[in-house]
């Protein structure tokens, strides 16, 4: 965590303890319970919709296994009732209403999971050049000999350089690879070792392994579409740790088919989960996870940690950290 942590031994009488709704489990709850501001808190009923919130609470800490999936289009009445702040466990906010995001402050898990996020990607990325599942002889008579990939001299491709973003590359520059990374905003100084790049089709064209962490946004949604694919590597192998949405698959499904790129690992899908039947579950040149990538080591110690930044910012009133932008949607 980069955001330090505003620490006073006691209370001020200024300070108004807060009303806290915790949706996110006992560990919150007893990383918050000593809190200097003498926090309240209300442990949501697991049967009670996430929005029922008490109306005397002023902070809602929630995620989107909460029961987001259910929420109604409309907000409900009396919604935001007294909340002042929402803190999501989640980086990104699609998977809640989007009246969600025009009441209060709403502050975002920005760098919790990226650590895990870029271990799943690095394990994505060698499970595909080595293979060791696939080669694995059953009998005497499949002992042979099969070459296996390699990193060295390879380009890895990497759409978004956030937190996850930037953990995957001090991970994979030991390899020996060619690190091309493509950003929304400008670069404002040179990094040893990455090379930007201009566009998403200028990415593809020399990726050999394609990682998308880019936020979900109105200008995200399809950027992987088949014009972008015909325009890919043969030895692409795409990996969607970010949003479904980011992909069309229908098109990565028919590039997939026509021996166009190599292979796709996805942690997500859209929908999620796909519907049965869906060609996606039994592809062969389809690695699938049920969006799991963001779990492993002290992801709550993590959320935990990042709450207590903010709580400690909250109940002295000055500005919070990793606050959602509604312009940049994210």
Known sequence: MNSPRIESRRASTSVRSPIIVNQLGPDIRAALADHWSRPLIIDHPADR?????????????TRPLAGWHKAPAEKPAGWPFGLRWIQTASTGV?????WLLDGPVVTVGRGISADPIAEYVLAAILGFEKRIHDIRPRSREQWKITPLGSLSGKTIGIAGFGAIGRAVVERLKPFGVNIRVLRRSAWPYVIPGIEPADSIE????????LVLALPATTRT??????????????????INVARGRIVDQNALLQALDEGRISGATL???????????????????????PHVSWTGGGDVKRLADKTLVNLDAYAHGVPLADVFDRNLEY
């Open 94 to 98: 699609d998977f809640f209403p989007t």
């Open 49 to 61: 919709a996430p929005w029922e919130v008490a109306p005397e609470a002023d902070v809602l800490l």
């Open 267 to 289: 942690d997500v899908t859209d929908p999620e989960p796909p519907p049965d039947n869906d060609p996606i579950y039994d592809h062969p040149k389809i690695v699938l996870t």
């Open 202 to 209: 200028k990415l593809v064209e020399v990726s050999d392994h």
């Open 221 to 238: 949604a399809r950027l992987i579409n088949a014009a972008v694919l015909a325009r890919a590597k043969r030895s692409l192998h795409l």
